[in-house]
Structures are given as structure tokens and as C-alpha cells.
């Protein structure tokens, strides 16, 4: 069989993995990480624009996120947005920059994040399954329209469980991951 036959199948299994890593990018640990703004945009002459890309975004302390605008007007225009979020920090502002202080997570908001992390691993392992269940049902159509032969299906259904593996162990590293970020203290 052609390995080009696998490649679609392939990128729809990372894009699954890219769409878990950017989810779990927003589920904040115990440090500050300035991903949790991606999904924050503000009002920039009528387009939606991401923060950081009207303000310089840095993380002077573990626990601190400095949001300094380019334009002083964006000031309040950030920081409303930022507490309509659900990131769940109140920003202090000092009329230059924005200052988010995360508090430590305590031992039950720990154990709520990793019940979190793990649901969004789950979710992704369900989606990379529906892939294998239509990419394998796309096979079987073949087979029967005469276009690939018993043999050739009895390949594709074994290389097709076996991208399936990969990506299902690659999603448990990285809830594994994330969770011991999380346990962190």
C-alpha cells in the first residue's frame, strides 16, 4: 500500500494533537504562563486582535504576567477583557502595564485542573478514534467498489491501528505531562 494513502489520516491525527495542546495551554498551573492570553482578544481599530500583538507580554516572577500596551488607550480595553475571560485573575493596573498575580493553586484546585487535563486527553482520544472508525470505513468502501483487495484492507486496517497507537500513547504523554506541571508546587 501507498504511504501516501495515510498521510490525510495523519494530519487529521495532529491537528487533534495540536487542538489538545492548545487546550491545555489555556488550563493554568501553578506558574504563570502567558498562553492562558491567546484566546483573549481586544477591539484594535473594529478587528479582533490577540493581546499580544498590541503589548509586549513578559513574565518577570514565576507567578507574575506583565502586560505592558504599545498604546496607552488599550490599557482599560485589555484589562476589561481580561476579566470577562475565564482565565479567573483580576489584573492590577497601574495606569502603564497590566500585572496578573497567580496565587498557588491549592491541593483541591490541583486535583480539579488534572480531572480537567484528563477529560481534554480523553476528548482527543475519542476524536483520534472517530478518525481511525472513518478512515478504516473509507477502506472498506474501496474494497468493495473492487479498487483495493482483501489483502490490502487487512494492511490498511493494521497500519491504521498502528498510527491509531502512536497518537493515543502521544495524547497520554502529554496529559501526563501536563498533569505533573500541575502537581507541581
Known sequence: MDKELYRPIEEKMKKTINVLKDNLAGIRAGRANPQILDKITIDYYGAPTPIQQVATVSVPE?????????????????????????????????????????????????????????????????????????????????KKSSEITEDDLKDAEKDIQNLTDKFIAEIDRIVEAKDKEIMEV
Open 62 to 142: 514565576a507567578r507574575v504576567i506583565l502586560i505592558q500596551p504599545w498604546e496607552a488607550k488599550l490599557l482599560k480595553d485589555i484589562e476589561k477583557e481580561i476579566q470577562k475571560s475565564d482565565i479567573g485573575i483580576n489584573p492590577n493596573n497601574d495606569g502603564k502595564m497590566l500585572r496578573l498575580v497567580f496565587p498557588a493553586l491549592t491541593e483541591e484546585r490541583r486535583k480539579e485542573l488534572t480531572k480537567s487535563v484528563k477529560k481534554e486527553g480523553e476528548e482527543a482520544k475519542v476524536a483520534i478514534r472517530a478518525i481511525r472508525r472513518d478512515s478504516i470505513e473509507h477502506m472498506k468502501a474501496k
